[in-house]
């Protein structure tokens, strides 16, 4: 199967976080799957996608957006790249749900914070997870020979929803480093990003703060901060 044409599942996607990362993708020519726990709103949130590029590009090219909508679960069974995009307050029962259709050799990428909003606390606030971030939540829940790779918290959701280019990084974490190498490539297919290395899954952990304190940022100053990393070598974002 070519690069593109191997299906990217965005679970969760009917949110803004994973519509703003299938719209990327999907824009660079990735085939998309949304996944949602309703089949019917996964295809609507695909049709909303595919027609926002399709009012960008008929002048042009056509519409060739390959962009599909599932319930999660047949979302999982349809792809072996997964992007998880739901409330932390979700992930856990969500996995343990999707767990029989997830397959050895599979990518999970997390994007979960897990905010105390989700319990009544502040969005500027993350909760305390016992394994150490939501990430690494994930990594415990999912069968044997599936790679957990966290990613993208630190991207606004509505930036990605936009047009313009991101001007972030993204830090990759993960302890098997083929899946944290293939998500690098994936985050840099976002105009504007570039993909960092950021070591080991425990290393989520600090991503996940990074998002709460971004978040009382973009309350303070009313806008959508992202992060920059300064004083690497070029080499250093592959
Ligand atoms: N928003 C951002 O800027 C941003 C940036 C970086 C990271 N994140 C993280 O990415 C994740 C998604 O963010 P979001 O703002 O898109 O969240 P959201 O809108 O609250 O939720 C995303 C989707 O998750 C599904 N969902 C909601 N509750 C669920 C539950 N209990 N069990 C299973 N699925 C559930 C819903 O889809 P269905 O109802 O269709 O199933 C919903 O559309 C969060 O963990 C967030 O912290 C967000």
């Known amino acids: 199967m070519s690069e593109a044409s191997r299906p990217i599942a965005v679970l969760g996607g009917t949110g803004p976080a994973g519509m703003g990362i299938a719209l990327r993708w999907a824009r660079a020519g990735e085939t998309i799957i949304i996944g949602s726990r309703d089949a019917q709103r996964a295809q609507d949130a695909a049709d909303k996608i595919a027609d926002q590029i399709a009012n960008q590009v008929k002048e042009k090219t056509g519409n060739h957006t390959r962009i599909s909508g599932m319930e999660n679960s047949a979302a999982c069974a349809a792809a072996d790249i997964l992007v998880l995009t739901v409330p932390f307050e979700g992930q856990g029962a969500l996995l343990k749900q999707l767990k029989p259709a997830l397959r050895p050799g599979s990518i999970l990428i ?5 905010l105390a909003a989700g319990v009544g606390g502040r969005a500027s606030r993350t909760l305390g997870v016992w394994q150490g971030s939501a ?8 069968p044997k020979g599936v790679s957990v790779v966290a990613a993208f918290h ?10 313009e280019d991101l001007d972030c990084d ?6 098997d480093a083929s899946a944290a190498h293939l998500t690098r490539s994936l985050a840099a297919k976002i105009p504007g990003v570039r993909a960092i290395d950021g070591g080991k899954l425990e290393n989520a952990r600090i991503l996940e703060q990074i998002t709460a304190l971004l978040i009382g940022l973009n309350i303070r100053h009313k806008g959508h901060g992202g992060i920059r990393i300064t004083g690497l070598p070029p080499q250093a974002y592959d």
């Not at 997390?110 to 897990?114: E, H, L, P, R, S």
């Not at 630190?154 to 047009?163: F, R």
């Not at 993204?170 to 302890?175: F, K, N, T, Y």
């Open 110 to 114: 997390d994007a979960t914070v897990a």
């Open 135 to 142: 990430a690494q939540q994930a990594a415990e829940l999912v």
């Open 154 to 163: 630190n991207l606004s959701a509505d930036l990605l929803n936009g047009d």
């Open 170 to 175: 993204v830090i990759v974490c993960s302890d």
